[in-house]
């Protein structure tokens, strides 16, 4: 961790000493020549900017948040390769609790005939939950349960930092934190058996993100490395930027899969979102799908 300290005032003490060498025998420090010492700057801990971050997290109403994540996976033993893009960017508000949200997700194979980029778009407000699918290009409206569902899944999504730092809190004694001249930066290397439900947590997101729809149980995974960097606004010590790395095997159905993950979302336009609303035509044109 960078420390940053303030420098002593040398050349201050010099001039003191050269000023009194005539002078009667002083009776305090400062006429003495040997002035205190000025106090070294404050230097935050790691858990205390985390703390502050914790707090700041909890003022938000509404944020933008765009991602990136890059999946390379490799099969065993046929060494099938796949390489997985995600761009995602949304739009969030949380009293009233809703989203608007657009991808990109791209899959690139030499065993895979798939050039087209998938292109999804969602809705989620009190009204529903509304999904555009791709390859028939129409509005879908979802089911009460599964919109119920997103709603209590919602705050667990990468896009609310309050969460992604919630998660974090049983560890805040094992970040390290280096400054600069506008941000701090917490990492944290989350490998290890201590981290374990942490880990498990983030293996299901990123396996939610590749789809993988095989039932997975603890002995099918082995993690290899977890490392996560929060780059906070020194004013505010809110997120502008987090980042996780991960490296793991998967056992899907006797086939065992490895998987380097890296993922990277930044924050903007806190408390600045408009409500969200579902466009007319998407809510005239949608077709309600039964459970």
Known sequence: MRKWVAAIGTGAAVIGLGACSDA????????????????PEETKSASEVYAEAVEASQQVESL???????QQMKMQPDGMEIDMTVDSEMEMTYEPLAFHQTGETSIVSEDIDNTNPMLTEMYMTEEGLYMHETSVDMWLKMPEEMHENMKSIAGQQSADPARQLDELGEFEEDF?????????????????????????????????????????????????????????????????????DMELDVDVRGEMMAIESQMQVDYSDYNAVEPIEIPSEVLEQAQEIEY
């Open 24 to 39: 009667q025998a002083p009776t305090t420090e400062e006429e003495s020549g040997n002035p205190a010492q000025e106090a």
């Open 176 to 244: 390290v934190l280096e400054e600069t001249g506008e941000a701090y930066i917490l990492t944290l290397d989350a490998s290890g058996e201590e981290f374990q439900e942490l880990t498990d947590e983030q293996l299901e997101k990123t396996l939610g993100q590749m789809e993988i729809e095989a039932p997975l149980a603890p002995e099918d995974l082995e993690v290899h490395s977890v490392n996560y960097v929060i780059t906070l606004d020194k004013e505010t010590y809110l997120a502008n930027r987090m980042e996780v």
């Open 64 to 70: 933008r948040a765009q991602s990136n994540t890059e």
